[in-house]
């Protein structure tokens, strides 16, 4: 993605998480909010227009398996292409997050 096409941050989230593993959307909100320290507490209103973009563009891909409870349940995994964007993205969050980080010890006083 170009330099102003990126990921919305909790795309990148999602990506990072199912680079973990396959996942269904509960699964994904409980463990972004376990990771994050309850920093990130995403409603499904959230995460399944994201989940669903990603898909449309082919960076994940869904299944449905049953739940030992004998329900059907929807998985998200992550394809070549999700973590091709992941690393790209991912770079260029850190390039990003350092530079805001630079700026705020200046102002600070801690540089």
């Known amino acids: 993605m170009g330099r102003n096409q ?12 199912l680079s973990q593993g396959d996942m269904y959307g ?3 909100i ?5 990771q994050s ?4 507490e995403m409603k ?6 994201i ?3 990603l898909e449309r563009s082919g960076a994940v891909e869904s299944y449905r398996t049953l739940a030992p409870s004998g329900r059907e ?17 991912a770079e ?8 805001v980080n630079a700026v705020l010890e200046q102002a600070m006083g801690l540089a």
């Open 92 to 99: 260029q969050w850190r390039r990003y997050s350092h530079g």
């Open 30 to 34: 409980a463990e972004l909010e376990r």
């Open 37 to 40: 320290d309850h920093t990130f």
């Open 26 to 28: 509960y699964q994904m």
């Open 51 to 53: 989940l669903h973009g």
């Open 44 to 49: 499904e209103g959230t995460l399944y227009p």
């Open 73 to 89: 349940r929807k998985y998200y995994r992550l394809t070549e292409k999700g973590s091709a964007l992941l690393k790209a993205e």
């Open 6 to 17: 990126t990921l919305d941050h909790t795309a990148l989230l999602v990506l990072s998480l």
